[in-house]
């Protein structure tokens, strides 16, 4: 059996993606509600070259997303302004220079794996998305739309019935209230898996390697650092209070444009790794929602992190730990608590008055979330800042709970 599930759409918002590479063109995204002619694919294999299936472009938005013929992804950008359906990198560009930015993203989200050639990935067989946000010279591209790339796969998953993992390895300083709401949409409209880089240290000449970074370090987005080997955080990469899930970030070889490899660094490596790594997760729990996801790889990651980076200034600043593939797969899901009530009582009085003195008993109702984990052996502490309160019971065990059940 091999891992992962070609339902699961594992998104490039980047470069544009080098779809035909020999060890991605079988894991790239079949949009089928753009078949028109309904044989079951929107790339077929002609003349010795990978092609868009011509039956399928029929100028329509046949899907409902907002978008026409888009077979495999979108390009938000195009290459004169006008966006189109080739979300690939432009032709004669370096076939390893800034442009293979997105193909390299590509490989580590869900390259081939086992299939004796180039690079295994976390993502075995989900599906990769390619959505092209750049413009710019030839020989450097820069992320001109890279929200409405977010929005685009978002989009594209819902409308097709499913939700997209979306990982960005990019991004910059300053917060705006726009993409914080184009990310509040994407997260709790369309359900989508926010991943992103937390940034690569210095980059800006702030002389500092911890600020915020966006759209990492938005709400309702992972934001991931980079470490070396062995678990090391070598000094160069972005550490923040935002930052969520730390990675492997260092010598990472991946894809490159023209059926190439090459191994680069960066948060832009550790950030498509887990998101990959989120994709595997949700390819053996397909009825899990983006909530459940989130939690599970940020609870089930390796805090030997801080272990081994013991420096002060690093403490909580690399995220919950290192993304654990083996614990996020092996953990049963955890429950989630909602407080939904609570009320006291004071015995031998009626008037509802507390007076020095008295003892007051304290009633809490919880609530396990529907869909959610089984929690077993609750407990409930309770403590106080007061030097006049005196608790009598200050430990209680709870009744385990089901899903969707409630415990008093």
């Known amino acids: 059996e091999i891992p992962g599930n070609k339902n699961i ?45 011509p039956g399928d472009l029929n100028g329509q938005d046949d899907d409902g997303n907002g978008y026409v013929d888009d077979l495999i992804g979108w390009d938000c950008a195009g290459y004169s302004g006008l966006q189109d359906n080739i979300p690939s990198p432009p032709s004669n560009v370096s076939s390893g220079g800034t442009w293979a930015h997105g193909t390299h993203v590509a490989g580590l989200l869900s390259a081939s794996t086992n299939n004796n050639s180039g690079i295994a990935s976390i993502g075995f067989n989900c599906s990769i998305m390619s959505v092209k946000v750049s413009t710019g010279e030839q020989s450097y591209p820069y992320i001109t739309h890279g929200y409405e790339g977010i929005l685009y796969a978002a989009r594209a998953g819902y409308y097709n019935n499913n ?32 991943v992103a880089a937390a940034g690569n240290g210095d980059e800006f000449g702030f002389g500092t390697d911890e600020f915020a970074h966006y759209p990492s370090s938005y709400d309702h987005v992972i934001s991931v650092c980079a470490m070396g080997n062995a678990d090391n955080w070598n000094h160069w990469a972005t550490y923040h209070e935002s930052v969520d899930l730390a990675s492997p ?62 420096e002060n200034y690093l403490q909580g600043k690399l995220g919950t730990g290192r993304v654990d593939a083996l614990r996020a797969l092996s953990t049963d899901l955890f429950p989630k608590f909602e407080l939904v009530g609570s009320d006291f009582f004071i015995p031998n009085n009626n008037d509802g008055i507390i007076y020095p003195g008295d003892n007051i008993e304290i009633i809490v109702i919880l609530f396990n979330q529907e869909n ?12 106080t800042d007061s030097n006049d309160i005196n608790i009598i019971n200050p430990i209680i065990n709870f009744n385990d709970a089901l899903s969707g059940m409630p415990i008093l």
């Open 9 to 53: 759409l594992l998104a490039s918002v980047d470069t544009g993606v080098d779809w035909d590479h020999i060890d991605l063109i079988n894991n790239i995204w079949n949009n089928l509600g753009e078949d028109a002619n309904g044989n079951g694919v929107t790339l077929i294999f002609e003349d010795g070259n990978w092609i868009y299936d």
């Open 163 to 194: 939700f997209t993992i979306i990982n960005n390895s990019w991004g910059g300083i300053g917060y705006n209230q726009y993409e914080q709401s184009v990310i509040d949409v994407v997260h709790n409209d369309y359900g989508a898996v926010i």
């Open 249 to 310: 970030g260092e010598g990472i070889r991946s894809t490159k444009i023209n059926n190439g490899y090459t191994s680069w660094s960066g948060s832009s490596m550790a950030s498509p790794i887990a998101a990959g790594t989120i994709g595997l997760l949700r390819s053996y729990n397909i009825d899990w929602n983006n909530e459940m996801l989130e939690t599970m790889i940020l609870a089930t990651a390796d805090p030997i992190i801080y272990q081994i980076n013991d």
């Open 372 to 383: 959610w984990g089984i929690a077993t052996n609750v407990t409930g502490t309770l403590s």
